[in-house]
């Protein structure tokens, strides 16, 4: 079954408007989790790792102020996408692991459409 | 160029057998894994192989590793409809706890009837 839970699953809101895309690990816990971006028919792009305590470490071009991380607790890390533009309408997806040594689960991932 | 590369298209037919190649550059490369999207879904963990290994069988699938060339493959065996979906091959210098994974493009899986 799933170990890494995602919501919502798909979500459509208004230029203007934040949208808050919760992950979370169902069975273990996890200090680090990955959030990733993924654009139609392309891979996943990693935006930012989120640590549990702590603030999140965001990958080149990736603007921390429009994609507020919050992981406060060892099963939960939050993206929230900030005055939300249709450009940033995408398919979002989280990862975990229970460890250094364990391979990456992800979530189901979140389609936000930004009208 | 790209760190980790793979074919975008391979087309079988049901029941025979599939390859899924990808080449990686950064030969420090400890973790290889595959993963499967289906649409509108999220990735599936398929399978994984440390650098160590030369291969690594679960069931249909089939990983071969290929370190100096650094080619990394999964073959699918009495490929099925079910199957259909993109392949994602990908890479990390540690475990995916520690690091993100590095992603290939994808290889989009076409079954024949």
């Known amino acids: 079954g799933a170990v890494v839970s995602q919501h919502p699953s798909w979500v459509i809101c208004k230029s203007g408007t934040s949208v808050k895309i919760e992950c979370r690990s169902l069975?273990?816990?996890?200090?680090?989790m990955f959030w990733y971006r993924q654009f139609p028919k392309q891979s996943l792009m990693l935006m930012a790792t989120?640590?549990?305590?702590?603030?999140?470490?965001?990958e080149q071009g990736v603007e921390k102020d429009k994609f507020l991380i919050n992981h406060a607790s060892l099963t939960l890390s939050t993206l929230t996408v900030t005055s939300a533009h249709p450009e940033d309408s995408s398919f979002y997806i989280c990862?975990?692991?229970?460890?250094?040594?364990?391979?990456?689960?992800f979530g189901n991932g979140t389609r936000l459409t930004v009208t | 160029g790209e760190d980790v590369e793979q074919s975008l298209f391979l087309s079988v037919r049901e029941g025979d057998s599939s390859v899924i190649n990808c080449t990686y550059t950064?030969?420090?490369?400890?973790?290889l894994y595959w993963y499967k999207q289906e649409p509108g879904a999220g990735l599936q963990l398929l399978t994984y192989?440390?650098?160590?290994?030369d291969m690594k069988q679960d069931q249909r699938l089939t990983v071969l590793l290929n370190k100096k060339d650094k080619h990394l493959s999964l073959r699918i065996a009495d490929t099925q409809t079910g199957d259909s979906a993109i392949y994602f091959c990908?890479?990390?210098?540690?475990?995916?706890?520690?690091?993100?994974?590095?992603f290939g493009k994808g290889t989009h899986l076409i079954i024949q009837p």
């Open positions: 989120s640590n549990e305590g702590s603030k999140a470490t965001y």
């Open positions: 950064d030969s420090s490369s400890t973790y």
């Open positions: 192989i440390f650098s160590n290994m």
């Open positions: 990862s975990a692991s229970r460890d250094s040594n364990s391979p990456l689960h």
């Open positions: 069975d273990f816990q996890a200090t680090t």
């Open positions: 990908a890479e990390s210098i540690r475990g995916g706890g520690a690091d993100g994974l590095t």
